[in-house]
């Protein structure tokens, strides 16, 4: 069963890197105020000097990486690199692998640009970054609560980020 599994990854792993790459972009800006420099993502407020606007655009599949908790349960999803997957809902936790590019799943004539396999569960999510939260449209409703279904989540923090 794990070399079928394995070989499944590889598959949509190649199919994956030979699809166009989707982006997150913004703008950070830098400035400085009162002695002191400052990074933001909203536009500096009145009296900043220095002021520097930096772009940046990076691929929404490295975008992923780390833990996403839901906003208003107990459930979390954890990104790793080499497309490993944890998938946690209070104690109970399943382990599986995603991929992410443009047209990666599809269900019918409908595709999704999230897949993810946890354990026997298969799901194709529509997955976008709106603001702080990584928002999972299921692409067909699932008959259950699990992994496939819609989500709002948010970055996890670290205790470095306080």
Same mark, same amino acid.
């Given at each position: 069963?794990?070399?079928?599994? &394995?070989?499944?990854?590889?598959?949509? &792993?190649?199919?994956?890197?030979?699809?166009?790459?989707?982006?997150?972009?913004?703008?950070?800006?830098?400035?400085?105020?009162?002695?002191?420099? !400052?990074?933001?993502?909203?536009?500096?407020? #009145?009296?900043?000097?220095?002021?520097? #606007?930096?772009?940046?655009?990076?691929?929404?599949?490295?975008? &992923?990486?780390?833990?996403?908790?839901?906003? !208003?349960?107990?459930?979390?999803?954890?990104?790793?690199?080499?497309?490993?997957?944890?998938?946690?809902?209070?104690?109970?936790?399943? !382990?599986?692998?995603?991929?992410?590019?443009?047209?990666? $799943?599809?269900?019918?004539?409908?595709?999704?640009? &999230?897949?993810?396999?946890?354990?026997?569960?298969? $799901? $194709? !999510?529509?997955?976008?970054?709106?603001?702080?939260?990584?928002?999972?449209?299921?692409?067909?409703?699932?008959?259950?609560?699990?992994? $496939?279904?819609?989500?709002?989540?948010?970055?996890?923090?670290?205790?470095? #980020?306080?």
């Amino acid at each position: 069963m794990s070399k079928f599994l &394995l070989a499944v990854v590889a598959m949509l &792993l190649v199919m994956s890197d030979s699809r166009s790459q989707e982006f997150e972009r913004g703008v950070v800006y830098s400035y400085s105020k009162d002695g002191q420099r !400052h990074y933001s993502r909203t536009p500096p407020p #009145e009296g900043a000097e220095d002021v520097r #606007e930096l772009s940046y655009s990076i691929p929404l599949s490295d975008a &992923l990486l780390g833990t996403w908790i839901e906003k !208003h349960g107990d459930t979390s999803y954890t990104f790793s690199s080499g497309y490993s997957l944890e998938f946690r809902t209070g104690r109970f936790a399943k !382990h599986g692998v995603w991929t992410y590019a443009p047209g990666n $799943c599809a269900v019918g004539e409908t595709q999704g640009n &999230l897949y993810i396999q946890a354990g026997t569960d298969r $799901c $194709c !999510h529509n997955a976008s970054l709106l603001g702080n939260n990584l928002v999972l449209t299921a692409v067909v409703q699932p008959r259950f609560v699990g992994v $496939c279904s819609d989500r709002v989540l948010v970055r996890a923090q670290t205790s470095s #980020e306080g």
